[in-house]
């Protein structure tokens, strides 16, 4: 885990991608090196994930195809233990046999909350933003978190692991935030899929 260095380099808020778009539904490309660049675009999804209110942010979230995960849980109901994470080609390597129910919600699905059953602990594989591996056993919320940014790089949703019923349940709410007409705080790009819901709007996963 390594948090961010401060740095008088500006960063800029990205417009997050919402429900639909193909670049969601895409596994990530794995970061061979860091460089300048990469570096900056750390930098702003940092910055748009806290311009959003947001705890965790995907690469693909903002349309970029690299294996790339943002996370900061120190804003969140005054949890001050976990600084913000970047994780970089992340790997889940084991998951605990136990489980849980907790709601999620997801800046790439606004307004749209259910409750998703996850695995309680996780061991991780990831690089930070220098490229010194880690691997960590995590339990937790801060699990449940990763779990939620990993599977985005993977191209899964967190509705993904929800019943047939309530992905049913929910086809109105996606159609609707495929058609942009679901208003955010946040700037948004423009969804050039333009409602093209398919079915329940889920792929099964797991």
């Known amino acids: ?44 999804m940092h910055k ?3 311009g959003a209110d ?5 690469a693909n979230q903002v349309g970029d195809a690299r294996a790339i995960a943002v996370v900061d849980l120190s804003e969140f109901e005054g949890d001050d233990r976990h600084p913000p994470m970047t994780l970089i080609n992340p790997v889940i390597t084991a998951y605990s046999d136990e489980k849980d129910f907790a709601e999620e919600g997801c800046l790439s699905l606004p307004r749209y909350r259910d409750m ?9 594989r990831f690089f930070d933003e220098t490229m010194r591996e880690h691997h960590r056993e995590i339990g937790g919320f801060l699990a449940r978190v990763l779990q939620h940014e990993i599977d985005h ?14 992905r049913a ?9 495929s058609l ?15 409602g093209s819901v398919r079915g329940s709007g889920a792929k099964k996963h797991r």
């Open 180 to 194: 942009d007409q679901v208003p955010t705080s946040y700037p948004l790009h423009p969804n050039t899929s333009r």
């Open 48 to 50: 748009t994930m806290h």
């Open 54 to 58: 947001g705890i965790g942010l995907a």
């Open 153 to 166: 790089l993977n191209g899964v949703y967190f509705f993904d692991h929800v019943n047939a019923i309530r």
């Open 116 to 124: 998703v059953e996850r695995p309680i602990g996780i061991q991780v």
């Open 1 to 44: 885990m390594s948090a961010l260095k401060s740095s008088t380099v500006k960063s800029s808020i990205l417009p997050v991608y919402t429900y639909d778009q193909p670049i969601l539904r895409q596994k990530a490309v794995q970061v061979a090196e860091i460089n300048d660049e990469v570096r900056q675009f750390i930098r702003d």
């Open 169 to 177: 349940m929910a086809f109105q709410k996606l159609k609707r935030i």
